[in-house]
T-cell receptor
């Protein structure tokens, strides 16, 4: 089955700096890669996703890149703000199927 | 609120008791997923439905766990003879259909087995 590894497990950045979270996956048939943000005690919320026919996608301060050959994808957050502090999960799946999640990255944005 | 809803939000039970959770997906979403999340970990897949058909079950889903989606709308997840290791957040998610992958999560049911 699919296995998703995520690094780093914790990340502390100063407000205004960029943050990068990296994930690798094992199943070459996976073709959908969402990123979720989860605040303490809250539900996971989709922040951006990418499909395997696209190499990069951007939404304001958030971008995701995908390297299918190397089987890794990354989340980039620019101009970080305190409200970006949360746990971020990457995930991978085949089309319209179960998600396999990474172990999460706790992002702390300090003033 | 037209998002995914779950009931109850919290459940405390004694070991050996049975519990049942309910999930109401977003209207017209054909796919419904159950995940379990323990502290400090990502959600782990349990099972999912396409309408009323249960298409896949994880090996994590022992025979004490059963899920149903009888009319293709809401779903229930039952845990029989609960164990302390069942303590976790049980998350439900739904997606529009076969070629629409985006899964929207509910607030979860936090289970504590004493």
């Amino acid at each position: 089955g699919e296995n998703v590894e995520q690094h780093p497990s914790t990340l502390s950045v100063q407000e205004g700096d960029s943050a990068v979270i990296k994930c690798t996956y094992s199943d070459s048939a996976s073709n959908y890669f969402p990123w979720y943000k989860q605040e303490l005690g809250k539900r996971p919320q989709l922040i951006i996703d990418i499909r395997s026919n696209v190499g990069e996608k951007k939404d304001q301060r958030i971008a995701v890149t995908l390297n299918k050959t190397a089987k890794h994808f990354s989340l980039h957050i620019t101009e970080t703000q305190p409200e970006d502090s949360a746990v971020y999960f990457c995930a991978a799946s085949r089309v319209a199927s179960k998600l396999t999640f990474g172990t999460g990255t706790r992002l702390q944005v300090t003033l | 609120d037209t998002g995914v809803s779950q009931d109850p939000r919290h459940k405390i039970t004694k070991r050996g008791q049975n519990v049942t959770f309910r999930c109401d997906p977003i209207s017209e979403h054909n796919r419904l997923y159950w995940y379990r999340q323990t502290l400090g970990q990502g959600p782990e897949f349990l099972t999912y439905f396409q309408n009323e058909a249960q298409l896949e079950k994880s090996r994590l889903l022992s025979d004490r766990f059963s899920a149903e989606r009888p009319k293709g709308s809401f779903s229930t997840l039952e845990i029989q003879r609960t164990e302390q290791g069942d303590s976790a957040m049980y998350l439900c998610a739904s997606s529009l259909g076969q070629y629409q992958e985006t899964q929207y999560f509910g607030p979860g049911t936090r289970l504590l087995v004493l």
